[in-house]
């Protein structure tokens, strides 16, 4: 759901105000003097209303509405909520102007208005007809007082953004999360700078007071569940679904997932450095040999990364460690062949940063050059940092220990 101001062509909207209000005279008049606003869900109209400004800080909600196929569906309820809280800076009362039927009374009742004492000529400033019938109408007040810190929601925002990009999203990911986010809760004077290892938002709340946060979020290893979880999180809270307090809570219960168990990533880093090698060329056995060089590599992976090693002696090692163990296979006593290239091509396989690369491609794509080529520099140093650690591992077993790898 979205809501916007309509600013132009309004008249194309006075059918659909006659649904609350059977007067079209009633029906210009305050939408000459007052601000339109419409709910959108799936590109089409929901849901309308007009708000009209009055002297000391106080405003009158004028003809909340929605179409008749959609009511009972928490479109109005949306549309009240937004227009309560971006006239929460300006104004101090909200009053609205109801029939005295027991669904609308209740229905405004349970959103915080209450009964006001309104005199007859405000009645009558808004309506020309003098005769009124058989109509009955109350008037109700709301205190408004926003009900969200522009700071909380801007904290909330970049928390899972950094979510994001901390477990392999995408830039566009965190940006359209970000803004997803703020837009929920009516921050809509936002600006987000995002690259690969870092997050800038600026908000303006009002004419002069901003709010800027600045978050550093290293290059880590990918965690896709993470990413998953707060993409469906981030589109629960656009639906309304999730206010502004269990949201922070979901993103703690979210942060707080566990990796997947270290048996599971050796078995997927063996399975899939086989089935690469066995794609990539290599003969079934040579790629049975590919499944336990991964197997134990990836204990390697596993200490390296518990210990905090960083990527250079981590990768560099990994292909010395891949050499090694294909080069110990060929002098093992089997009855058949096996090449050091055919094992080597698919154990490697663990180490190669293909999300990185990826998502290096995806965003200069989308013009985000910067970050885009700092996550392929990043991307290609690993390739660099295997292919030095493959290359030592050869050189010491073809030169320092006379050709024992050929």
């Not at 990413?227 to 502004?244: F, H, K, T, W, Y």
């Not at 336990?292 to 590599?297: P, Q």
């Amino acid at each position: 759901m979205r809501v916007e101001q309509i600013t132009e062509n309004k008249d194309d909207y006075i059918d659909t105000l006659m649904i609350g209000d059977s007067s079209e005279d009633n029906v210009r008049y305050y939408l000459e003097e007052g601000n339109l606003y419409g709910l959108y869900e799936d590109e089409i109209l929901r849901s309308v209303s007009v708000v009209i400004m009055l002297n000391n800080r106080k405003c009158v909600l004028k003809n909340l509405c929605t179409i008749e196929e959609d009511r009972g569906q928490g479109y109005g309820s949306h549309l009240l909520d937004y227009i309560c809280e971006v006239y929460a800076d300006s104004c101090d009362l909200m009053y609205v102007e109801i029939k005295k039927e027991k669904p609308c009374v209740d229905f405004y009742k349970k959103r915080g208005f209450s009964v006001a004492p309104i005199s007859q000529a405000y009645f009558e400033r808004y309506y020309q007809q003098k005769n009124y019938g058989n109509v009955q109408h109350e008037y109700l007040t709301r205190t408004l007082i926003s009900a969200v810190n522009v700071k909380r929601v801007v904290d909330l925002a970049l928390k899972a953004g950094e979510l994001l990009l901390q477990n392999g999203g995408e830039i566009f990911r965190v940006e359209e999360t970000i803004d997803r986010i703020c837009n929920r809760f009516y921050v809509d004077k936002i600006d987000t700078f995002v690259l690969s290892h870092g997050i800038f938002i600026s908000v303006r709340n009002g004419e002069n007071d901003a709010y800027t946060r600045v978050k550093n979020v290293p290059l880590a290893s990918p965690h896709l569940g993470i990413v998953a979880a707060v993409n469906s999180l981030s589109r629960e809270i656009s639906g309304g679904q999730v206010d502004i307090n269990e949201a922070f809570e979901r993103l703690d219960e979210i942060e707080k997932m566990p990796p997947p168990r270290p048996l599971n990533l050796m078995l997927a880093a063996g399975f899939g450095a086989g089935f690469f090698g066995y794609f990539l060329g290599s003969t079934i056995p040579e790629s049975i040999a590919c499944f336990f060089i991964a197997v134990i590599l990836y204990l390697w992976v596993i200490f390296a990364k518990r210990h905090g090693l960083n990527k250079m002696i981590l990768n560099t090692i990994g292909g010395v460690l891949i050499t090694s163990l294909s080069v110990l296979i060929t002098r093992l006593p089997l009855p058949f062949d096996l090449s050091i290239s055919g094992m080597t091509i698919g154990a490697i396989m663990p180490l190669i940063p293909g999300l990185a690369f990826v998502n290096a491609i995806r965003d200069i794509a989308d013009s985000d050059f910067l970050s885009g080529t700092v996550r392929m520099i990043d991307a290609i140093l690993v390739f660099v940092y295997i292919a030095v650690g493959v290359g030592v591992a050869l050189g010491i077993f073809n030169n320092l220990l006379g050709g024992i790898a050929l």
